[in-house]
Each structure stands twice: as structure tokens, then as C-alpha cells.
């Protein structure tokens, strides 16, 4: 399977996705489970106070139903189209209940398979719904640039929402929050993410997103100059300080001013628990804001 697949440009067009989703009794099943074995074994009894079920039956037909669902992954370009078992099979011994995986489920979790690569395991494992399609589309783009702007539009399209959620803001508390907590909760893609809004006041109309992908600045990050570590009693007192030291780095004057007066001016709309990230030519600052406790603010210089 791993050569088959193995195919050039099948890592930049490749779709992947359940046939029919699964639902909150199998996902359950899967998180309980140790997707990297080929066998799992449970009482009857676990399996009844876990998946919430009444009976015996009722786990016979969990299981049935749930050995009918697949994974498609298709590649256009190559005329590619894989369809893959995520139960294999399962026993009933005594009191126990054997369940068994696909071996491309268990090597989705070992590093540089194929299906690793393609993000099989986060599609098990995500619990957010669209998470995976966000996350797909990140992967693909955090190759190409350390920065990408997504407009509303193309949210709705990543996330297949085009009819939910009119206003930006349910859109955002809705899916987009709950999706990017949890990957960022993975720790696997480390990003900053901002709106980006029309004007630079409060009230300005949200064009779209914003993100940085964090893991571009790690080469550049081991020659820290300097951190502070305080509690800011205001927003203003943030942009001070990073005002100050943009001052101080870019000597007489601001090279990219338009940039980085942007930047500044998005600090007021930082929220608690928020992160900003300014990438210039001489340096990286982060700021990671607090609200009422000791916000973060760190200064790496560039090697020249």
C-alpha cells in the first residue's frame, strides 16, 4: 500500500475523508482505544458504562454499524482512490470483546508513513467537527509560507459552512475558536492567529484571519535578547513597551512603518490568552497577553 501510494505530488492533491461521519458513541470507542495495537481488548462491561448502551445486543450492533464505516482517500491527478476499514474485526469471547484495527490505522501513528503524513491519525482523533478540513489545509500551506491571510469566503469553503453562521462572530465562537483550541491543544501546528479587519478601529467590519506559523521562527529564536514578565494593567502599556523596542532595533527609522504601525495598532485588540507574533528583518518580538496576570512579552534577534 505505502508504494502504491507513494506516488509524486500525491502529498500536495490528495482528499481525505470518512464516507459517512462518524458518530459520538464511535469516536468515543476510538479515544478509548489504543489505536496504535493491533488488538484491543474490553470487558463487556466497559463497553457498556463507556459507550452509554443498554444491552448486549445494542453492542453487537454498535459494533456492526460501526465496522461498515470508511475512509476514502483520493488523488485526482494519479486517478488514486484508496478505501480503508477502520475496524478490521472484532470477537466475543466469554465476557471479553476483541477489536481489531486496520494496519493503516496503526501506522498512521509511526512517523514518515504515508499515512502519517497525511494526517490520518488527527482525522481518528479530532473531536471538533471540521477540525480535520482546517487542519488539511494547514498543513498544506505552512510548506509554502510562514504567514497565510484567509478570507471569510475561503473559511466557509476549508470548512464546508457555506450556508451556516451568517455573521463572522458565530462563525468564529462556533467552529473556528473550538478548532483552533484544539490544534493548537495538539501542540503539532504551532500558530498565531488574528483577524484582520477593515480600518484599523474596533468596530471595523472582519475581513478574515490571519496566522503565523510559529515553527519558521525556531531557527531564529535561540538568540534571545531579552523577556519581560509582568502584569500590564492596560493594553496602551503593551504597545508602549513594543513600541520602544521596534524604536530602539530600527534605529532612525521604520523600514516597513506601514507593517509594523499595523502591528502596533492590533495590540488593543488583544484578547486574554492571545498571541502576536512580528517577524521582521532584524527580529522576532512575541507577545503572549494575559489578561490580570503576567503577560509575556520576548525579543529574538536574528543571526546576521
Request: glycine share 4%; hydrophobic share 40%.
Amino acid at each position: 500500500m505505502f508504494s502504491i501510494m507513494n506516488s509524486k505530488g500525491f502529498l500536495q492533491n490528495y482528499k481525505i475523508k470518512f464516507l459517512k461521519n462518524l458518530n459520538k458513541r464511535e469516536k468515543k470507542l476510538l479515544e478509548i482505544s489504543n489505536l496504535k495495537k493491533e488488538k484491543n481488548i474490553f470487558t463487556q462491561e466497559e463497553i457498556l458504562e463507556k459507550l452509554k448502551l443498554k444491552d448486549f445486543q445494542e453492542i453487537e450492533k454498535f459494533l456492526l454499524d460501526f465496522s461498515k464505516k470508511v475512509i476514502i482517500i483520493e488523488e485526482k491527478k494519479n486517478n488514486l482512490k484508496v478505501q480503508l476499514s477502520i475496524l478490521k474485526s472484532y470477537i466475543f469471547l466469554e465476557n471479553k470483546i476483541y477489536i481489531f484495527y486496520g494496519e493503516e490505522i496503526r501506522n498512521s501513528f509511526l512517523e514518515n508513513n504515508i499515512f502519517n503524513k497525511i494526517g490520518l491519525d488527527k482525522l481518528l482523533i479530532f473531536k471538533e467537527k471540521y477540525a480535520y478540513e482546517f487542519y488539511e489545509f494547514l498543513l498544506r500551506e505552512k510548506n509554502k509560507k510562514n504567514e497565510i491571510e484567509i478570507s471569510i469566503e475561503k473559511i466557509r469553503e476549508i470548512l464546508d459552512a457555506k450556508n451556516l453562521y451568517t455573521r463572522f462572530f458565530d462563525l468564529e465562537k462556533k467552529l473556528l475558536i473550538p478548532i483552533v483550541k484544539e490544534l493548537k491543544t495538539m501542540g503539532e501546528l504551532k500558530f498565531s492567529y488574528e483577524k484582520i479587519k477593515c480600518g484599523n478601529h474596533r468596530g471595523g467590519k472582519i475581513l478574515g484571519i490571519k496566522l503565523n506559523f510559529l515553527e519558521f521562527f525556531q531557527e531564529n529564536k535561540k538568540n534571545i535578547n531579552f523577556k519581560i514578565e509582568r502584569e500590564f494593567k492596560s493594553l496602551y502599556e503593551v504597545h508602549g513597551v513594543v513600541s520602544n523596542i521596534i524604536n530602539k532595533y530600527n534605529e532612525k527609522y521604520l523600514y516597513n512603518h506601514l507593517l509594523q504601525l499595523k502591528f502596533l495598532l492590533k495590540i488593543y485588540t488583544l484578547k486574554d490568552g492571545e498571541k502576536m507574533v512580528l517577524n521582521d528583518k532584524k527580529y522576532i518580538i512575541e507577545i503572549n497577553y494575559k489578561k490580570n496576570k503576567p503577560s509575556k512579552i520576548e525579543v529574538f534577534l536574528k543571526e546576521k
